[in-house]
């Protein structure tokens, strides 16, 4: 069991961090995007920045900002911080409130919801950045959420910029969600090797 400290203005508070339990919880967030990738492809990936979200498109629009907030009460309650977490308490906060404002942007336009999921997309990426880097010398293996970040940063960008042409379309979501899969696997894998490490 690793431990760090998370230091605020007025109090000093020891918490603890396994790396088998984040293993455990990037491994079932790699599930979940997998698991919308293929549901947007078969129902809503024709969807294009004109149209108007189908229902199901919407719930899974919906969705995906709130799954964000529920995996950062877990991974809170995992490192034990609770409400002294300001960080992952902004995330879950900007989780809420996509989630409020993709309620709206499916009622309007595909091209206004990839707007709302990109502002969150360059957002929340940042978050991730910041997180990662707090708690690579903790945890350690910490790169692929670097890296992470860093492309959701980017990704969110173009997202914002995409939503203004009438071409763009919900598959455009499915393969930032894909990617985002395919880096929790591989800090499932870069965790794996740490804990084996310090098994030895």
Do not use: C, K
């Not at 990936?45 to 199901?56: E, Y």
């Not at 690579?136 to 910490?142: I, L, P, S, T």
Request: net charge positive; charged share 10%.
């Amino acid at each position: 069991m690793t431990q760090t400290t998370v230091t605020s203005s007025t109090t000093t508070t020891t918490t603890t961090t396994t790396p088998s339990g984040l293993r455990s919880l990037h491994l079932i967030r790699a599930a979940f995007s997998l698991i919308w990738v293929a549901l947007v492809g078969t129902t809503s990936a024709s969807l294009v920045s004109t149209d108007r979200p189908t229902a199901i498109a919407a719930v899974l629009l919906v969705s995906y900002p709130l799954w964000d907030v529920i995996a950062t009460l877990l991974e809170r309650r995992l490192a034990g911080t609770g409400s002294t977490d300001r960080v992952s308490t902004a995330n879950i906060a900007l989780g809420l409130a996509t989630a409020a404002g993709m309620i709206t942007a499916v009622f309007s336009t595909v091209g206004t919801a990839l707007l709302v999921f990109g502002i969150w997309a360059l957002l929340s990426g940042a978050i991730q950045l910041v997180v990662a880097v707090r708690r690579r010398r903790v945890v350690g293996a910490q790169w692929p959420m670097v890296i992470s970040g860093g492309l959701s940063v980017l990704a969110g960008t173009s997202f914002a910029a995409m939503s203004a042409s009438a071409t763009s379309s919900l598959s455009t979501l499915a393969g930032y969600s894909a990617f985002g899969a395919f880096w929790f696997l591989v800090s499932v894998i870069a965790l794996t090797i740490r804990i084996r490490r310090e098994r030895r």
